[in-house]
């Protein structure tokens, strides 16, 4: 099946730095990728879409100049959560989808756990 | 705009016993319907999905869930569960015609007793 991978798997970082997270397609093309963000024992809540090479669509009440969304290539999107606070601390996930592997299914990476102190 | 609804937040159950999760989507446009699992510390990973067809939909862990449409309803179910299943498991909804964003459902969270 598709693999997603994404890293890293845990980060702290201190209060007002900037922490990059990757997510790779590793055996496919993601032609769209997913940000949720998941607060503990609450469900996933989609912050981003982005697609290849154009900007990424944020949900509303997400702040874009705080999570930065790159999708350079086919195969990586980065998020970038600027200027962290620890209210900032959560688990986020990335998913990919590609319309060659299937057009309904998302392939979810294993998460990172962000803390900011 | 979608949204899914499962009511609950966590179920327990005897090992053995059967199960069933309860999950409610928005709308009534044509929707694919998915059901998620996590386990404690790990990420998400598909448990079965329906797209089209029949509505009974099974996975190979012995899971099923049923598309009901005049319901709105997508109960997952297992006639005897394992301390295995213990996990996280979240419903999700994504619109046919937009093709585009899947929605997640609250989560319910399934505590086996011995």
Redesign the interface.
């Given at each position: 099946g598709a693999v997603v991978s994404?890293h890293p798997s845990r980060v702290i970082c201190k209060s007002g730095t900037s922490v990059k997270i990757e997510c790779r397609s590793l055996d496919f093309q993601a032609t769209?990728m997913?940000w949720?963000r998941q607060f503990p024992?609450?469900?996933?809540m989609?912050m981003a879409?982005s697609n290849e090479g154009s900007k990424a669509t944020y949900e509303q009440g997400v702040e874009k100049d705080k999570f930065l969304i790159n999708h350079a290539s086919l195969t990586l999107s980065t998020l970038t959560v600027t200027s962290a606070h620890p209210e900032d601390s959560s688990f986020y996930?990335c998913?990919a989808r590609s319309s060659r592997v299937s057009?309904?299914?998302?392939?979810?990476?294993?998460?990172t756990r962000l803390t900011v102190v | 705009a979608q949204s899914v609804t499962q009511l609950d937040?966590q179920v327990p159950v005897f090992e053995e016993a059967p199960v069933e999760l309860r999950c409610n989507y928005s709308s009534s446009v044509s929707v694919?319907l998915?059901w998620?699992v996590q386990y404690p510390n790990?990420?998400?990973?598909?448990l079965l999905?329906y797209?089209s067809g029949s509505t009974l939909v099974e996975s190979i862990n012995g899971f099923e869930a049923e598309f009901n449409k005049s319901q709105t309803s997508f109960h997952l179910r297992k006639p005897s569960v394992h301390i295995s299943d213990t996990a996280e498991y979240?419903c999700a909804v994504?619109d046919q015609n937009r093709?585009?964003?899947?929605?997640?459902?609250?989560?319910t969270?399934l505590h086996i007793l011995p």
């Open positions: 994404q769209t997913f949720y024992k609450q469900s996933l989609l879409t996930i998913s057009n309904t299914e998302a392939f979810f990476g294993q998460g | 937040s694919y998915f998620y790990q990420g998400l990973q598909l999905k797209l979240f994504s093709d585009d964003k899947i929605i997640f459902g609250k989560g969270r």
